[in-house]
């Protein structure tokens, strides 16, 4: 399982960071238990202009006897693109229509990768909707303004989330759009778990 952590810096300054990467050691969600530090792991990152190993820290809790990996929020869970890239590439699919094809060549990508997002995202958005929805409503008990069709609204609601989020906790803790989307998410944007996360 992971936990997704505000990263503070750039993809670049992270990947410099190498095995010395600080993360937060957070509470187990199993029993809220601080975590224990244990390793880590490789894992690639793709990220305009280029392609790059980073240092995943490891957590375990000895009494549920399950390990955790402590994922930066600019990445979502087993995508190796940044969250910024993926974000970008659905919302102009979804609420300005650009073809995939006109976006692969745009972002220098597989056409297959962005088909395999747009598919995911599609079949999930119903539910990315709902928990955006939530945070937004448990940031500021107003309704959201939703006027978007289709997909689109899954952004239009993001963003108004986000916008909330900065409104009650100032600028510098939430970030860009995207690294608040993985953070509000676990990270499961693009996973197969199609429960409400
Ligand atoms: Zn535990």
Redesign the pocket.
Same mark, same amino acid.
């Given at each position: 399982m992971s936990i997704i952590w505000a990263w503070q810096e750039s993809v670049a300054e992270y990947v410099a960071a190498g095995q010395q990467v600080v993360a937060p050691v957070p509470?187990?969600?199993?029993?809220?238990?601080r975590?224990a530090r244990w390793s880590g792991y490789w894992r690639w990152v793709r990220y305009p202009v280029d392609q790059r190993r980073i240092w995943i820290r490891r957590t375990r !809790?000895?009494? !549920?006897?399950?390990s955790h990996a402590l994922l930066p929020d600019f990445l979502f869970f087993r995508r190796l693109d940044v969250v910024a890239t993926i974000g970008q590439v659905l919302a102009l699919r979804a609420t300005v229509d650009v073809e995939l094809r006109a976006l692969a060549r745009r972002f220098d990508l597989p056409r297959a990768t962005l088909r395999g997002w747009w598919a995911r995202f599609r079949a999930r958005s119903p539910t990315l909707l709902a928990a955006v929805v939530e945070v937004g409503v448990g940031l500021d008990s107003a309704p959201l303004d939703l006027r978007q069709k289709g997909e689109a609204v899954v952004f239009e609601a993001l963003e108004q989330a986000c916008q909330r989020a900065h409104r009650r906790f100032g600028e510098q803790p939430i970030g860009e759009l995207w690294r608040f989307w993985s953070r509000i998410s676990g990270g499961k944007v693009l996973t197969t778990n199609t429960s409400a996360p």
């Open positions: 509470e187990c969600p199993g029993c809220r238990r975590l !809790c000895r009494r !549920c006897r399950s």
